[in-house]
């Protein structure tokens, strides 16, 4: 156990800063994994590896301008780098372990890299948690935009993705087909109209708790939550949580660790070059009286 400070690049077990901004971390066989953004070099996905939430070991960029591409009979484009030579946008990625095919699926958000006007989902594969990735390529579910996203799996195995939609302004519930590979269904198109982004869901003893920001781009701000005693069941109204900048952060997913509810937002720098001082907090979530709270911590020893 170590102490964690928030608002930091964290460094991993070589010393080097961790670059996984936007990520997501899943348990598996003994280690928690955490897939994140990483825009250096010619990679887009970096992949670390703990037992403990604090010692971070590098394990591969699992998704980069070099990645094996394959199309998937639902897919339509596989582009990984521009005709220009440019490098796309992949924002945002959440992986699931599918137990039925074995298989390591992530969903992320697809930008060209010059506008956000492609909106659209992408997804990949591995035989492992931290090999290479497969490219399978990007679309839009349903025809629908989907931009900010991330992924929530049941107990029983039943995943969901949920993404904004409509420039933004609505958020979308769709539920995976069983491979985790495509949506079989819009489950809902919650808070039409409200622009909710940067979704990130817990269940917390038998509720299902969603937090999101609003839509101010790298700048933080209110965050919101909403809560429904199913992930296909009524989702409440949205609730304010935390301060007006949601503590300096941004949410990119909430775990449950040890008992304890944790919330792991992103500080980001800004664009361009500031990207790369986006750095990482972690504040512990509470249920009180039915109300999910944020606690503002300098510090956290995990
Ligand atoms: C934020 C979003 C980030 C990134 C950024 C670009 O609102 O949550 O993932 O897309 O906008 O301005």
């Avoid at 897939?35 to 699992?62: K, P």
């Avoid at 069983?178 to 979704?199: C, I, S, T």
């Avoid at 933080?220 to 296909?232: D, I, L, R, V, W």
């Avoid at 007006?244 to 070059?273: C, I, M, V």
Wanted: include cysteine; glycine fraction near 8%.
């Amino acid at each position: 156990m170590a102490i964690v400070k928030n608002g930091t690049l964290w460094k991993d077990t070589d010393g080097n800063e961790i670059h996984a901004h936007g990520g997501y971390i899943i348990w598996h066989e003994g280690y928690y994994y955490w897939y994140g953004e990483d825009r250096r070099e010619n990679w887009y996905v970096s992949c670390y590896r703990s037992q403990n939430l604090t010692d971070w070991e590098f394990r591969n960029h699992v998704l980069t301008t070099e990645s094996e591409t394959c199309s998937y009979r639902v897919r339509t484009k596989q582009i990984l780098v521009n005709a220009d030579g440019s490098k796309v946008n992949l924002e945002r990625p959440k992986v699931l372990y599918n137990k039925k095919t074995g298989k390591f699926v992530m969903w992320v958000h697809f930008e060209n890299g010059k506008d956000y006007q492609d909106a659209a989902a992408a997804v990949a594969i591995c035989d492992t948690p931290d090999g290479d990735f497969t490219y399978l390529g990007h679309f839009n579910p349903y025809g629908y935009m989907s931009r900010d996203c991330t992924l929530f799996q049941e107990e029983d195995g039943t995943a969901y993705f949920l993404s904004a939609a409509r420039d933004n302004a609505d958020l979308h519930v769709y539920r995976l087909t069983e491979d985790y590979l495509n949506v079989e269904k819009v489950v809902h198109r919650l808070w039409q109209g409200e622009y909710r982004e940067a979704p990130a869901v817990l269940k917390i003893e038998g509720r299902y708790y969603m937090m999101t920001s609003a839509c101010t781009g790298w700048a933080p701000n209110q965050g919101k939550y909403a809560s429904a005693a199913a992930m296909e069941g009524e989702w409440s109204m949205l609730r304010e949580i935390g301060d007006e900048t949601t503590y300096h952060s941004q949410p990119a997913f909430l775990l449950e660790h040890d008992g304890k509810y944790l919330y792991f937002g992103d500080r980001w720098g800004g664009n361009g070059d500031c990207y790369f001082a986006s750095s990482y907090v972690v504040y512990p979530l509470i249920v009180e009286n039915g109300e999910l709270k944020l606690q503002y911590v300098e510090e956290i020893e995990l």
